[in-house]
């Protein structure tokens, strides 16, 4: 099963504190959660900022930073149609 994440961030949303500086650049430790059902845009992924263990510990409420689709891209698996959510089968599959 090979997929590809498509996702749109608020970048607004990043907290400064989360922005680490690397060698080569800024990075932000993300989460990417793929969900089992498809929501009215499409979207079966949600982007979160990475928590700490004691961040998780504490229950802090998450940074929800934006959302995404799937695309498979091995024509096995079925991928949802553009903007209407509704899933179709990719023509490999039928």
Same mark, same amino acid.
């Given at each position: 099963?090979? !997929? &590809?994440? /498509?996702?749109?961030?608020? +970048?607004t /949303? &990043? %907290?400064?504190?989360? &922005?680490?500086?690397?060698?080569? !650049?800024?990075?932000?430790?993300?989460?990417?959660?793929?969900?089992?059902?498809?929501? #009215?845009?499409?979207? @079966?992924?949600?982007?979160?900022v990475?928590?700490?263990?004691d961040?998780?510990?504490?229950?802090?409420?998450?940074?929800? +930073? !934006?959302? !995404?689709?799937?695309?498979?891209?091995?024509? @096995?698996? %079925?991928?949802?149609? %553009?903007?209407?959510? #509704?899933?179709?089968?990719? %023509?490999?599959?039928?």
């Amino acid at each position: 099963m090979a !997929g &590809i994440v /498509k996702a749109s961030i608020d +970048l607004t /949303k &990043i %907290p400064k504190e989360k &922005i680490v500086n690397g060698k080569k !650049g800024k990075y932000i430790n993300i989460v990417v959660n793929v969900n089992n059902d498809v929501d #009215q845009f499409g979207n @079966q992924a949600s982007v979160v900022v990475d928590q700490t263990k004691d961040e998780r510990d504490a229950k802090t409420a998450k940074t929800y +930073l !934006g959302n !995404g689709k799937i695309v498979w891209t091995d024509g @096995q698996f %079925p991928d949802p149609a %553009p903007y209407d959510g #509704q899933a179709k089968s990719s %023509p490999a599959a039928a």
